[in-house]
């Protein structure tokens, strides 16, 4: 094997660390303009992606490989256009998630966070992050990730705990932030407040009670309908519509509280659906958040009848102290010894249940510390309104205006020891709290030093909003905030939009006095064969190393991207798709082989066979058909794929240069090549031409397979400065990453036309393979033809090695005329558009099926035929533009014409 003749197979195994250790070790993951290094220019626009941070609860799936790759898309296409790019890694402490796991790691020793203490789990879980962290920040490098690792940051370090501090500090100031009793969601099982957005409502089978609530001093009641019993004890009111008839003589008068014997009054309220249930609703503010509105507009009580155990307190009379659904039970039991109990049916309805412990949640009074949360989000819905912040796709506009616009104040407070604790000391003396900066030492307020630290933490949320300028140093005024800040893009799930998105763009307001980033792209989720995201705790998740370990990263990468529309879903890639992918990855390999092994056969002779000499500029005068046709699609593709990156169709862009390179290049082109590079007239070029091509192939696909792109794209530079052809490779940079982005040339004016003599020529081709194939011709068998080709005979002509080669035409019974007055003897006649090319039947074709297949051919096109006349006959011919009503007549023409020549064909096979 020579210096450049390479394996036959691609090494993804080898090639992927050697490649990523070299672009580290090179610093082409540091913005080309770097305020921390010589020569930086502030007035040159960088293009910044602050990663979403993955948690350090596990490994990474699938679905987050989805967003490093498509992160890393961006910031190689923009790096290759020139433009400073910086992408910031991290990751977050994901506080419930993380506090899980390290519940478990105990429960597992034997052990609690009770009884450790608040010290030593803090211990435990910061040595959690040292293990998943690293694993995280392992498979991202091994996803091919070009972020800049000298920026890592993470949630919970010195510098965005200090931002962190400054940022609650500064709302507590405002008076935006307060503490207060409000209902809110509770997690049982993690004995700590969650917010409206970590609880999913899921579709269950569940029961729906019917009782009676009896009207005070009298026989009468009023039929209700709860799903929840128990919660009969925290009742503070019955609620009907105010227009229902069967219950409007009810109005104003009290009821008994089964069991308790507590009156209550009966209120009319428009809420009350009269479909549901029996129509009439029973209140209890203290455990539902429908309730807790209506009890707001009506001065009810708030009665909490559970506590943080979700044991039953004193509220519940004699079932104090019972678990919840002990207490159901009891209690049921009891109302139908009373004759209070109608009946029960089950009842398909939405469960609330936590996203991270699946428990069900339950609403309840607790007192907690909250955001007031209207005055940041109205600045956030103008943010979006005003066009500073734009969102794709467009229709999540919407989504995001309806959730700002009923946006309720965030409970910010968790029961939990992992997170960044609640700056805000309270004192024994006074009473009094104190919220600061750095750690006091005594009380804000009266001097007393006893005082002592709210024990919660916050919402992980909360640190997660300051993301984008905190990694970036504030709340200091850094050269990297400066530059750097504002980001370009926030890509993300849509899951995500209300969890953190917006929280960012609040956050960034309200602190950076600008929008956090520029551009929201939100992609879809990937959704396990069931529907169900893809989700560790869901245990949908897959290990994508072992996908990476036996297909290679750039295989998965193409798969997922290629698979992608802006916020749409898809489904797990089966190993088959990117198994093809893994094909495509060496498809890719075979055919930078192909070419560097034609630059290193050129040899040292190679400029004398050159005739004008393979400059880096481009001699369309020199150029086959072929060489001609190739460079016009390659500029049709850089047109194509610069348009579609620019409008975040990603995968569509990738779709396309899939195409060309395995179908146009590889298929076509290089197979024409092969025969040119048998002929000293065409040699040199031919190579300029594939070299060319191979070269802005890899330059488009680099963004979506960076590992086999880089790895022959360095071969090829190699290769290329050491042969005739060098000065082709003159301006090449030392590696892919930093190569410019292909630029598209205007058009010329030939392009045109050449792409259509050569797919004339693709067209022959395909109808005699065609041919070929169902007559089961086999693929070394050399046949005889004839092309009446018209008008097209000369350039045919210029063609025919090319149309006997990749047609398997015997070139010795190959003949090209401008037409056929006799049909030659037992023939088949194949149109091709305004050709026949006439083939030999003996031994190859069966002539009653070759009469049925031209009738069904004969058919179709008459079929067009009629069609066509029926429109042109009607008034589309006046209203439509003439260049539409052109369009269809040459349409018809070319379909009259096929029809005709048709059926010459059957009557001289009859």
Sequence with gaps: MTQYELPKAYDFKSTEPRVYAMWEKGGYFRPSNDPHRPGFDPSVKPFVISIPPPNITGELHVGHVLFVSLEDLMIRYHRMKGIPSLWVPGADHAGISTQIKVEKMLEAEGTSRERVGREEFLKRAWAWKEKYGGIISTQIRRIGASCDWDRERFTLDEGLSRAVREAFVRLYEKGLIYRGPRLINWSPALKTAVSDLEVEYIEEEARLYYFKYMLNDSDEFIPVATIRPETILGDTAVAVHPEDERYQKFIGRTAIVPMLGREIPVIADDYVSREFGSGALKITPGHDPNDYEIAQRHNLPILSMLDANVKVTEVGGPYAGMDRYECREKLWADMEAAGLVIKEEPYLTTIPRSERGREIIEPMISTQWFVKIRPLAEAALAAVCDGRIEIIPERFEKVYYNWLENIKDWCISRQLWWGHRIPVWYCANCGKETCVREEPSKCAHCGGENIHQDPDVLDTWFSSGLWPFSTLGWPEHTPDLNYFYPTAIMETGYDILFFWVARMIMMGLEFTGDVPFRLVYLHGLIRSDGGRKMSKSYGTAIDPLAIMDELGADALRFTLLVGSTPGNDQTTPSYQKIESNRNFVNKIWNAGRFVISAIAALGDDGRQNMDHGPSSAVRTQDWTLADSWIWAKLQQLIRDAERLFQAYQYGEAGRQVYDFFWSDFADWYVEVAKLQLQMDGTRAQTVATLVRALDISLRLLHPFTPFVTEELWGHLRKALLDSPLADLAKDWPAALIVAPWPGPRGLEGWEEARLADFTLVQEVVRAIRNLRAEKNVGPAKRIPAVIAGGTKAGLLEGQ??????????????????????????????????????????????????????LGRELAENESQVARLERLLASDFAAKAPAAVVGKEREKLAVYRETAAKLKAQLEGLK
């Design 800 to 853: 025919a090695p090319v149309i006997a080669a990749l047609s398997g035409l015997d070139p010795a019974r190959f003949d090209i005329v401008p037409s056929i007055s006799t049909k030659p003897v037992d023939s088949i006649a194949l149109v091709v558009g305004p050709l026949e090319v006439h083939v030999p039947l003996a031994g190859m074709v069966d002539l009653a099926e070759e009469l049925t297949r």
